[in-house]
């Protein structure tokens, strides 16, 4: 029998990322909801700051998925995935938990997806500065 092994973000690793990204959206004067999941698009973690929108618990979960699914950042990197492929162009919107605009990014350890954030609330934009506010406290 064959077996392997997979690697996945630890709660503490969610839990730091989420106070991250919501300390960013504090910086920036926004109210965003904070959506971890691990390799295998499974909630890990989670956050909804007062006064974030209701729509963002539901974008924020999707961008997570949507960034451990396919280990890419939501956003330009998909966008520009798909742009001149009118078949992934208009296919994509029919995937169950996928979301275009950017505030999602997976997780990587060792080139492998452990685990993916997805940030919503505001502006696409903003929620991508908070999400890359998550990734970055991991490198401290």
């Not at 949507?66 to 029919?94: C, M, N, Q, S, Y």
Request: proline share 3%.
């Amino acid at each position: 029998m064959e077996v392997f092994i997979k690697k996945s973000i630890s709660l503490e690793t969610a839990a730091r990322m989420t106070r991250a990204a919501i300390d960013k959206a504090v910086e920036l004067g926004i109210s965003v909801a904070v959506t971890v999941v691990d390799e295998s698009g499974i909630l890990k973690h989670f956050a909804r700051m007062d006064n974030a929108p209701l729509i963002a618990v539901d974008a924020s979960r999707k961008k997570a998925l949507t960034a451990a699914g396919f280990g890419l950042p939501t956003g330009k990197a998909w966008f520009d995935f798909i742009k001149e492929d009118p078949i992934l162009r208009e296919g994509v919107h029919d995937f169950t938990d996928f979301m275009l605009m950017g505030g999602g990014v997976p997780v990587m350890d060792d080139n492998r997806i452990i685990g993916a954030i997805g940030v919503s609330g505001n502006h696409y934009e903003k929620d991508q500065q908070c999400a890359h506010a998550a990734l970055n406290c991991l490198e401290n």
